[in-house]
């Protein structure tokens, strides 16, 4: 007889299932707010579970969400991401991408795959009366980019009451630093907040022959790149995580006019809300040194999605459930990075948690997450659909994590 914990067995023995519906989606990926193929994939699955009520369309037109409820309880939500990004696959694998420029390279097919994989353990457990309370599957479309308003998919389930009374959220994201059978998870600020700035410099341009007539932008510049460069060393703590980046510089039309401006983009990420907002204040500083050399600025900061925060309390829950179900995995606890997460919308309004799952292939090939070669050690997926499902679980049969005076915002849509 296995010694096995009966949810992992469960898990165990969907491996076959749970690899043809990632490779199923992997090869239909859909960039964001144009999932319709996939959420019509997961809706339909979805549906064909026992007890599983499906409601489309809150938030984004292409969202999913499927509920098991037997009354009375708390209510956890287990969220996954479902979009692709735009990506030209480069391997040789049987399940490729069959859309040209477009690739699941962040694992969103493998997340799904994991969900529809819990909400069918849950599901039979539900049937069995061995639960009282409340699951929420949340399959949230643009995770990867943001519309015209500058909003990714997460703030409008959340605006849109798709957490609604939830206790607790959680969330998993592969890992591919990290070997199938690892775990890492953080307390607290885990990945970034980020923004995105644009700015100018102004001079008065000119003759390239006589640059003495006038104010010269491009020269002006290289102060400037000093003078924002030296934020994370100088302005900001050596103990907060905070990056300043410049991915483009444009400027000039010919080799022979010193043009009147210079366009400068680039990305802001921290973790702590004063770090961000400190930030702000010295980017304005830094594009000020132009001033006393007779230029002029202007800056524009779009705040994108805040920082992923771990509830510790959930992430206690986690290791709980991963020490009684795999007794045998290493748990690393260390921040994620300053990547950015829209998953942080909902833990800023709920107690919640995400961890990273171990999902690196074993060839020492490494397949970073957002490259063309990205891809993952399915073994995993039985491994993170056991700890989604025991997770909800425990929190509806546990003590639970409930409601804290937790400031609920609301993000303009």
């Known amino acids: 007889m296995s010694n ?23 090869q239909h990926p859909e960039l964001s707010f144009q999932e319709f193929w996939t959420s019509r994939f997961v809706a339909d699955t979805l549906s064909q579970l026992p007890g599983m009520r499906v409601e489309k369309g809150i938030g ?42 477009v690739m699941h390279a962040c694992g969103h097919d493998a997340h799904t795959a994991m969900l529809l994989g819990a909400a069918t353990i849950m599901s039979e457990l539900f049937q069995n009366g061995s639960l009282a309370g409340t699951v929420k599957f949340i399959f949230q479309p643009a995770e990867e980019c943001t519309d015209k ?26 890992c591919p630093w990290l070997p199938a059978g690892s775990i890492q998870m953080n307390d607290g600020y885990s990945m970034a907040n980020v923004d995105v700035f644009e700015a100018k410099i102004f001079g008065t341009g000119g003759h390239g022959a006589y640059p003495e007539r006038g104010t010269d ?21 050596t103990l907060d995580a905070a990056v300043v980046s410049i991915g483009q510089i444009h400027a000039g039309t ?20 004063e770090v961000r907002d400190q930030l702000g204040l010295e980017l304005k500083r830094a594009l000020s040194v132009v001033e006393p050399l007779g230029g002029d600025f202007s800056l524009s900061i779009e705040k994108g999605e805040p920082a992923l925060y771990n509830d510790p309390l ?100």
């Open 4 to 26: 096995k914990h009966p949810i992992v067995q469960q898990a165990d023995r969907m491996l076959s299932q749970l690899i043809n519906w990632r490779r199923t989606l992997h």
């Open 254 to 273: 010919a080799s022979n006019i010193i043009p009147t401006e210079v366009a400068i983009t680039g990305t802001l990420r921290s973790y702590a809300p």
């Open 314 to 413: 959930v992430n206690q829950v986690i290791k709980e459930v991963i020490d009684e179900i795999y007794p045998q995995f290493k748990i690393t606890e260390r921040p994620f990075g300053l990547g950015g997460e829209d998953f942080g919308y909902v833990t800023q309004k709920i107690p919640g948690a995400m961890f990273f799952l171990g999902a690196a292939h074993s060839d020492g090939i490494q397949r970073d997450l957002h490259t063309p070669i990205f891809d993952i050690d399915e073994s995993c997926l039985p491994i993170g659909t056991a700890i989604l499902a025991q997770t909800a679980v425990e929190v509806l049969n546990g003590e639970s994590l409930v409601k804290r005076n937790v400031e609920v915002r609301s993000y303009e849509a």
């Open 217 to 237: 932008p491009i020269w002006m510049l290289g102060p400037v790149m000093q003078a924002l460069y030296s934020i994370p060393s100088r302005k900001i703590s």
């Open 60 to 101: 984004v037109e292409t969202s999913v969400i499927g509920i098991l409820t037997s009354g009375e309880g708390s209510t956890i939500a287990l969220r996954t991401d479902i979009d692709a990004l735009p990506i030209k696959e480069r391997n040789n694998t049987s399940y490729i991408s069959r859309k040209e420029g």
């Open 149 to 174: 308003k500058g909003l990714s998919g997460s703030p409008y389930l959340v605006n849109e009451g798709a957490y609604e009374n939830v206790d607790v959220a959680i969330a998993l994201h592969v």
